[in-house]
C-alpha cells in the first residue's frame, strides 16, 4: 500500500480521500504502484478503499472517465525500485571511480520506470506473471535492452542465467501489440559482426512491435580494474559497424518503409566521417542513445540562423564541450559568425580525466575537468556549458560540484544552455 501525503484540493477525490490514508484498491483492483494506479484510476466514478486509522473505508469518487484523482503518494513508484540482477560485462557503473555520491552507483532495471521515464530494461527480472500484466494493463512503449538475441551470447554478456528468455519475451509483447523500443550496446568481438546481423534480423521480424533499433559503443573508462577484458572501438572498426548497420537499414527501408536500425553519432565521430542529414534519422526516436543528436544540432542551427537578421555581437563568450561534440560546435560558432559580425567566441574540448580520455560525451564532463583545464584562459563574460552535463540530481555535475562553483574557481559567469540548436545560438548571441 501507498501512503497519500496530499490531494489536489481542486480534485473530485478531496472531499473523501485524505492525506494520511493509504490506497488499498480502485473497484476492487488492487493497487501495487503507479502503473495499477494510472491504469484504475481513469474509471468513471470510482469506489476507492483505503486504509484510514488502522479501518479500511469504501469511498465513491464522482468524476469523469480519465479525469485525475489527484493524488501525491509518499514514494513516486508507490513501490520500492528494483535493482538490476544482472552482472554486464559492459557495465557503465562498475566502471564510476570510487567515492562518488552513493546514488551513481544504484544499478536499476525496472520496468515502470521504463514507461515512465524512456529507461532500457533487460527483462530479466520478469515473470511470466509480470509480462501478463505488462499485457493487460497495455503498457507500451518499452525501452529494451536486448543486445543479442543469441541466448547462451546473452547469457555471458549478462552475467544472467535467465538471460536467454529474451527471444521469447519480446515476441509475447509482440503479439500483443506491445511497442518497443530496442538498443544494442555492441562489444567490439563480442556481439558485433556476424553477431549482430543475426540480432538485426531477429528484430525486424517483430516489426512492427519493434519500432526502432539504436546500436551503440560501449563505454569503457580507465576504471574497469577486473573487470572482463573489453577493446574500444578504432577508426576501422566505426567504419565496419556503420556499414552493417546502414546496409540493413537500407533494406529494412526498402521492404518496410523505416530504416528501422540506426548507429550512433559516436560511431562517426571516432571513424572521422560526418553524421548523416537529418533525414536519415526519420523521427529521431533514439536521440537519449545519442542517435542523430548531432544532425539535429545542425539542423536546428541552421533553421536558427536562417531567422535571424546581420547583427554586432557585443560582448565575449566561451563554450566547453566534450570532445565527441566539439567538432560541431565549431561549425555551428562558423556559421554563426557569418552572420555576426565581431563574434568573439571559443570553443574548448575538455578532456574526460575523471572517467578517462575515451569517454567524450558532455553529458559525463565534470566541473573538476572544466575547471582543471580552462583555469587562466581567456573566457570572455560568459562560459556557457549544455545542460547535458547538469543532468545528474539537478544542477549538480558528476562530481558533485555545481555551476557556482565553477563560477567561483573560474571567475567567470556560468549560462547553461539547452540542448537545441536554437537555445545554442540564443545563449551565443544573448
Known amino acids: 500500500m501507498a501512503k497519500v501525503v496530499s490531494v489536489d484540493r481542486r480534485s473530485p477525490a478531496a472531499k473523501v480521500i485524505f492525506a494520511g490514508d493509504e490506497l488499498i484498491s480502485i473497484n476492487g483492483n488492487e493497487i501495487r504502484d503507479i502503473l495499477d494506479y494510472m491504469y484504475y484510476s481513469v474509471a468513471e466514478d470510482p469506489s476507492v478503499t483505503v486504509l484510514r486509522n488502522g479501518k479500511e473505508i469504501k469511498v465513491s469518487v464522482k468524476k469523469d472517465e480519465y479525469d485525475d484523482l489527484g493524488l501525491e503518494f509518499d514514494s513516486f513508484l508507490m513501490d520500492s525500485q528494483k535493482s538490476c540482477s544482472n552482472k554486464c560485462i559492459f557495465c557503465f557503473i562498475d566502471q564510476n571511480p570510487k567515492g562518488m555520491r552513493d546514488t551513481i552507483y544504484v544499478k536499476d532495471d525496472d520496468l515502470r520506470l521504463s514507461f515512465m521515464h524512456g529507461n532500457y530494461v533487460t527483462l530479466t527480472n520478469l515473470k511470466d506473471c509480470d509480462i501478463d500484466r505488462i499485457i493487460k ?19 555471458k554478456m549478462l552475467g544472467n542465467r535467465f538471460a536467454d528468455r529474451i527471444g521469447e519475451l519480446m515476441k509475447r509483447l509482440a503479439e500483443a501489440h506491445i511497442e518497443m523500443k530496442c538498443q544494442i550496446v555492441l562489444c567490439r568481438d563480442i ?8 540480432t538485426l534480423n531477429g528484430l525486424k521480424e517483430l516489426y512492427p512491435a519493434v519500432s526502432s533499433v539504436s546500436v551503440v559503443p560501449v563505454g569503457l573508462t580507465d576504471h574497469r580494474e577486473g573487470l ?32 528501422l536500425v540506426f548507429p550512433a553519432d559516436e560511431f562517426f565521430v571516432k571513424a572521422g566521417k560526418d553524421c ?134 573560474l571567475g567567470v559567469k556560468v549560462r547553461i544552455v539547452g540542448g537545441s540548436g536554437s537555445d545554442f545560438v540564443s545563449a551565443v548571441l544573448k
Open 137 to 155: 494493463l497495455k503498457i507500451s512503449p518499452i525501452n529494451v535492452s536486448v543486445h543479442t538475441l543469441n541466448g547462451e551470447l546473452r547469457k
Open 191 to 198: 556481439n558485433d559482426g556476424k553477431e549482430l546481423l543475426y
Open 228 to 259: 572482463y577484458p573489453l577493446k574500444a572501438f578504432d577508426s576501422e572498426s566505426s567504419l565496419e559497424v556503420i556499414k552493417t548497420v546502414t546496409e540493413f537499414g537500407d533494406r529494412c527501408l526498402n521492404e518496410l518503409g523505416t530504416r
Open 276 to 409: 548523416p542529414d537529418a533525414s536519415f534519422y526519420e523521427e529521431f526516436t533514439q536521440l537519449e542513445n545519442g542517435v542523430g543528436l548531432l544532425s539535429l544540432f545542425d539542423s536546428e542551427v541552421a533553421e536558427a540562423l536562417s531567422k535571424l537578421k546581420t547583427k554586432r555581437q557585443r560582448h565575449g563568450v566561451s563554450i566547453a564541450t566534450g570532445v565527441a561534440a566539439c567538432k560541431n560546435i565549431v561549425k555551428s560558432v562558423d556559421e554563426i559568425a557569418k552572420k555576426v559580425h565581431n563574434l568573439r567566441c571559443n570553443v574548448f574540448a575538455i578532456e574526460n580525466n575523471f572517467f578517462g580520455k575515451s569517454v567524450t560525451v558532455s553529458g559525463l564532463v565534470t566541473a573538476t575537468d572544466i575547471i582543471d583545464q580552462l583555469k587562466g584562459k581567456e573566457l570572455g563574460e560568459y562560459l556557457l556549458i549544455p545542460s547535458s552535463m547538469l543532468r545528474f540530481e539537478g544542477d549538480m555535475f558528476l562530481d558533485s560540484l555545481t555551476p557556482a562553483d565553477v563560477e567561483r574557481a
